[in-house]
């Protein structure tokens, strides 16, 4: 894990965050900049910088990520409906370049680029 990657500071317990969910190899964490009533961040233990880095080996750690999205919307009332996004490098809106799924439910303030 990088040192200075603030996802992998929070996975190491250097950093605080309101985890929602956690299971083997990933966590889902309340976004401190939120954009939606529910706004949560789903993200792998292991440092991966983006979608990019993810080969044909990562099959279920991509499933396993996308599964605890869906049950983390649901967890938190979300049963309707909701928004999940991931973006990719700087030219895609990428601000923390560790591999992280949005999870957006509810009135949102503004819609992210």
């Given amino acids: 894990m990088p040192e200075a990657c603030i996802f992998c500071r929070i996975v190491r317990g250097e950093l605080p965050a309101e985890v929602v969910?956690?299971?083997a190899g990933l966590?889902?964490?309340?976004d401190i900049q939120p954009v939606a009533a529910t706004h949560v961040l789903v993200i792998p233990e292991r440092h991966v910088a983006d979608l990019r880095g993810l080969g044909p080996e990562d099959a279920d750690l991509w499933w396993r990520l996308t599964r605890a999205a869906n049950q983390v919307a649901e967890q938190l009332?979300?049963?309707t409906g909701y928004r999940f996004y991931v973006s990719v490098g700087p030219g895609g809106g990428q601000t923390v370049f560790h591999l992280h799924i949005h999870v957006l439910g509810g009135p949102m303030a503004?819609?992210?680029v």
């Fill in 21 to 23: 969910h956690r299971e």
């Fill in 27 to 30: 966590v889902a964490i309340r």
């Fill in 77 to 79: 009332g979300h049963t």
């Fill in 110 to 112: 503004r819609l992210p």
